[in-house]
């Protein structure tokens, strides 16, 4: 029986694994630290315009980063969509140039000076609050000022978004190393509630769980598709604070890869006119080149100023801010 | 029989399976080690000592409540006049159909402000939320562990109680719960590991737990060794846990098991309690099965989930719980062959090596082979050999114990009498082993397949890109709190988990014991 029953389960199982063995069979294999409730549809649209399969993995930018950085030369990514600069700073040693005409299409502020990643979007920090509690005048002009005992467990933050995690980045380089610990010390101490991300953030705003949130201008828009009634509004910051940071999302190719060319083609469609137009209409994000309506009913992209941070030097930061929050105590 | 040696093929492949299942602890300990101090220093925090305490608090807890809900209904359902009796010992064990993570949604989605309770119920999160639904996910491993347990007993102890006098509550107290012992040791053993391991529940209550902590960190660091030293303290938590039932055990005795008895225990009327037990049973059943299935419900009717990806993920999740199942009940074969028929000291180690398995929570597995298949394995990186691979190590216990109790049944003098009769091995393995054995390779393959199924951490952190599964699935609507979405796959899961879990039912508990004793 024992000598019937091992070359048996040795086919058996050889014919299971290899069955299920699949393999990179992509075209392009993109690391998406944004989420595909807002770029699946816009992924869907490269995979049938350029006729490519196209390989997904979602996740946090930062945790994606690190990812890239874990795997090395090993890594199966061909392109990282980040969603924010921070994160793919982070990790440019392990970018390649990206092609000229992309880095060209896009501000001097939102790409590397030294062209290893370009922005794609804009999107701006802001305070979103609760509409049945609060008139927009009743809102801090300043992150600063959230950690007064009025807010005493009432403010929502994302510790493991990169949008947070950059606005935390450009606070160090702005303020200083101190006295951004000292304002996420206060707000910890001000019984902050954690969220996973920008959308529980919004949601939570929205069921009156909580009454203001740091996050992105863009995910109340995203959830008003949904709720055209969410009681939720963004106010916009003062000049200068670092809670009014404007940020891009971005791309940038690994040297890694083996589908260079397919590569390419993704970081071209991410500037053209199509794509540029779906952050306009479908994520109310800035669009970052010539000639693309902004989305109605915000601000102009110009009008924002954030703190006089240069994004090229945010993702030097990520490391030491993930550490800084770790150490707040906002990771476990 | 036992000095025969064990034909080297087979050994080959039993030390090759425990290879594989012991690969990530070992790594894992490699790349501790290698750590820098910084890494350990996470060790120092006081917040880590916090979480300690509140994951142990929590798993205390949960299998304190499961034991308190498990042993009164197995008792109802099998010893006393509850009406229904019959539907209710179904019933009772329905919720394993529900993958624990979608209990836990359906109590957020009806408590708190904007709950489908309405707005005066309090949030069920935290603490109370996550030991809620890991309490309700876990209570029919004791109540299917009591109800074999009570089954089996001699009723005659039971009798002679009543017959000197003694009033039911006597009875129970002074015999049952005595009889009962080894079935309460195993249950609990069995919920404080899953809740233990749990990851699903916590993330979505945000209760603080070790898993999460694991999650978060290896998430929201750059340097991933942290993580590593925090799995590896999960790993010493479910080690003390195992060692610590160890010697419970040894201490009261197995408890005698007797054979399978004929003759029905007899039946406490219940009297004025009746209602009282029938409301218990309602209870624990409405809260436990029929409002997470009515939450699903309501939203497959309610929203217009899409139903982009179900087909895809549905393909998916069998796929890759087809293939576990396969993969580890072979791997357990060889094992369990050599501790059955080749009983020697060195097979007996080889078995109990092989759960130490039980020591591996998901989100370690999953971590420990990124760290080695990143690193070391590119060619399986990403991909559903690697997937497969780490269920395999996860569920490896539960392949084992269900082969070696299969096994069990076929006696090696049926096997002998057969070629003594002049049937040549083939004849032998297809008429008289594989008819035995069937049933119970069968059933242990169901139990694998139902874990994967239902599996979330490994699967999140180990599967190919763009790879969704159905439990993959509902993840990804409750990260962006679309939770409606998340009733097509969660109500698909548990449609396909319902063989399994009738199986486990209608067969008994044979295979759930975590020990394979």
């Known amino acids: 029986m024992i000598r019937r029953i091992a070359p048996l389960a040795v086919t058996v199982a050889a014919v299971a694994l290899s069955a299920c063995g699949g393999g990179d069979d992509a075209d392009l294999t993109i690391y998406s630290g944004r989420n595909e409730g807002l770029v699946g549809e816009l992924i869907e649209r490269f995979e049938r315009e350029s006729d490519l399969k196209v390989d997904v993995r979602y996740g946090d930018s930062a945790e994606l980063a690190a990812t890239i950085a874990e795997e090395g030369d090993n890594s199966p990514a061909d392109v990282f969509f980040s969603q924010d600069a921070g994160a793919l700073g982070a990790v440019e040693e392990t970018l390649s140039s990206m092609p000229r005409p992309v880095l060209e299409s896009v501000p001097a502020r939102y790409r590397d000076p030294r062209g290893r990643w370009a922005g794609v979007s804009g999107r701006a920090r802001v305070i979103a609050y609760n509409t049945d509690e609060f008139e927009e005048g009743e809102v801090p002009d300043s992150v600063f000022d959230l950690t007064d005992k009025r807010w005493r467990g009432r403010v929502g933050i994302p510790p493991p978004n990169a949008s947070f995690q950059a606005f935390v980045s450009a606070m160090r380089l702005d303020v200083g190393d101190e006295r951004t610990r000292e304002w996420l010390e206060g707000m910890r101490d001000n019984d902050a509630q954690l969220y996973d991300n920008n959308i529980q953030t919004v949601e939570a705003i929205g069921r009156g769980e909580i009454d203001v949130g740091l996050v992105n201008h863009y995910y109340l828009y995203e959830l008003r598709r949904e709720d055209p009634d969410l009681a939720v509004a963004n106010h916009f910051l003062r000049r200068g604070d670092p809670g009014s940071l404007v940020n891009a999302a971005g791309v940038g190719i690994l040297k890694t890869t083996d589908n260079q060319e397919n590569a390419a083609r993704f970081a071209r469609f991410l500037v053209s006119d199509g794509a540029q137009e779906y952050f306009s209409d479908k994520t109310f994000e800035f669009p970052l080149i010539e000639g693309v309506q902004p989305p109605a009913g915000l601000p102009r992209l110009g009008e924002l100023i954030g703190p006089q941070v240069e994004l090229g030097r945010l993702g030097n930061q990520l490391r030491s801010t993930l550490k800084l929050l770790d150490e707040v105590g906002f990771t476990t | ?517």
């Open chain 2, 1 to 517: 029989m036992t000095s025969r040696r064990p034909p080297w093929a087979l050994s080959i492949l039993g030390v090759a399976a425990v290879a594989i299942v012991c690969l990530p602890l070992v790594y894992l300990v490699i790349r501790v080690a290698g750590a820098g101090p910084e890494a350990w220093g996470v060790l120092e925090r006081p917040r880590t000592l916090t979480l300690v305490a509140k994951t142990v608090g929590l798993v205390a807890a949960v299998t304190a409540a499961a034991v308190a809900l498990g042993v009164p209904a197995a008792w109802l359902v099998t010893r006393s006049d509850v009406p229904g009796r019959r539907f209710w010992a179904v019933a009772l064990a329905l919720p394993l159909v529900l993958p624990s993570y979608v209990l836990a949604l359906a109590l957020l989605a009806v408590s708190g402000p904007g709950g489908l309770l309405g707005t005066g119920t309090p949030a069920l999160t935290g603490f109370t939320g996550a030991f809620l639904a890991l309490t309700l996910a876990t209570y029919p491993f004791v109540l299917l562990l009591c109800i074999a347990a009570l089954r089996r007993a001699d009723p005659a102890l039971e009798e002679a109680a009543r017959g000197l006098g003694r009033t039911p509550a006597q009875v129970f107290r002074a015999v049952t719960l005595p009889l009962l012992r080894p079935a309460i040791g195993a249950g609990a053993l069995l919920v404080a590991l899953y809740s233990l391991a749990d990851f699903g529940v916590v993330s979505l209550m945000r209760a603080e737990a070790l898993t999460r902590a694991v999650f978060l960190q290896y998430r929201g660091a750059f340097d991933r060794d942290p993580a590593a030293v925090l799995a590896l303290l999960l790993v010493v938590l479910t080690i003390l846990v195992l060692v610590g039932e160890q010697r419970a055990r040894s201490r009261l005795g197995t408890g005698s098991r007797g054979g399978r008895t004929v003759r029905a225990a007899p039946v406490v009327p219940l009297g004025r309690w009746r209602a009282a037990a029938v409301a218990f049973c309602a209870i624990v059943t409405g809260v436990g099965l029929v409002l997470p299935v009515s939450v699903l419900l309501v939203w497959l009717l309610r929203g217009s989930p899409s139903l982009d990806g179900v087909t895809s993920a549905t393909l998916n999740s069998l796929l890759v719980a087809v293939a576990a199942a396969a993969v580890t009940t072979l791997a357990a074969l060889p094992v369990a062959v050599l501790v059955a028929r080749f009983r020697s000291r060195w097979t007996v180690a080889l078995e109990r090596t092989g759960y130490a398995a039980n020591a591996l929570p998901g989100i370690v597995a999953a971590l420990a082979f990124v760290f080695f298949a990143a690193r070391h394995a590119p060619a399986i990186y990403q991909s559903i050999t690697l997937l497969v691979v780490a269920y395999l190590v996860r569920f490896f216990p539960q392949a084992l114990a269900g082969v070696t109790s299969a096994l069990s049944r076929a006696e090696p003098k049926l096997e002998e009498a057969s070629r003594g009769l002049g049937r040549g091995p083939a004849h032998t393995l297809a008429t008289v082993t594989v008819p035995l054995v069937g049933p119970g390779l069968l059933a242990g393959a169901a139990l694998v397949l139902l874990s994967t199924l239902k599996e979330l951490p490994a699967t999140l952190i180990l599967r190919p890109s763009g790879f969704d599964t159905l439990a993959t699935e509902v993840w990804t609507a409750t990260s962006v709190t679309q939770y409606s979405q998340a009733a097509v796959p969660a109500l698909m899961l548990c449609v396909l988990a319902a063989p399994a879990v009738w199986l486990l039912v209608v067969r008994g508990s044979r295979g759930l014991d975590p020990l394979g004793n």
